[in-house]
């Protein structure tokens, strides 16, 4: 079987695929026996806007302050948001032994790599390792 790693940005991607010894590349990703490596761009996800959740909310008034939703809502940044469909599609297309993160090693990494697990629907905690 195959393992994904997530890295935050192309250039760690690139390291690891030297490193194991992946030189196929492919579309956002490089391809190996044993490894697909792909990248982030840094955040591919952010949270809704208020008018996201009702467009009476583009201009906002006192009245509706504070704007608290019931549950946060997330959509892929349209400036980076082939990658993330790059991402998505590994996720639900390949049956991966594990997914590593590989993001930087901090609260912010892990942030990026949990969210675009999260909207890309991939929600099995038991198989999620962390390279540190």
Known sequence: MTDLILTEKFSVASDFAKALGVKKKGEGCFVGDAYIITWAVGHLVELYEPDDYDKNLKKWRIETLPLIPEQFKYKPI????????????LLTKKNFDSVIIATDAGREGEVIARTILFESGFLDKSRIVRFW
Not at 83 to 88: E, N, R, W
Request: without cysteine; aromatic residues 16%; hydrophobic residues 15%.
């Open 78 to 89: 349209k400036k980076t948001y082939q990658q993330f469909k790059t991402i998505k599609s």
